[in-house]
């Protein structure tokens, strides 16, 4: 059974950065390709960012690229997102994903920007 456990959510200003991490485990994490999706306050689920499973092939959603970087470390069967220059609208519950949709996400981490 695919467990998913996200991590290093936290209030942090405008402009401000975060890195999420997410633990994956009862399944082949090293050839899955893995998604990053959120969800705001009173939204539905919002695609962020996929990986391949060698990291070869990386896509952002419009509203985070050039701040947003995805990664992963297969050995330590563990997905990254770096977030850099934050903004209020980026206030939302967000959820490592076995694909863009939002398949087998864990219970989320709270990121919130304000100042």
């Known amino acids: 059974q695919a467990v998913l456990v996200e991590s290093g959510g936290g209030l942090v200003p405008p402009g401000g950065s975060l890195r999420l991490s997410c633990a994956a485990s009862?399944?082949?994490?090293?050839?899955?390709?893995m998604s990053w999706v959120r969800q705001a306050p009173g939204q539905g689920l919002e695609w962020v960012a996929s990986?391949?499973?060698?990291?070869?092939?990386?896509l952002y959603a419009s509203s985070v690229k050039d701040r947003f970087v995805i990664s992963r470390d297969n050995a330590k069967n563990m997905l990254y997102l770096q977030m850099n220059n934050l903004q209020p609208n980026d206030t939302a519950v967000y959820y490592c994903?076995?694909?863009?949709?939002?398949?087998?996400r864990g219970q989320g981490t709270q990121v919130t920007v304000s100042s």
């Open positions: 990986i391949s499973a060698a990291s070869h092939g990386i």
């Open positions: 994903a076995k694909d863009t949709k939002g398949s087998g």
């Open positions: 009862g399944f082949t994490f090293s050839t899955s390709s």
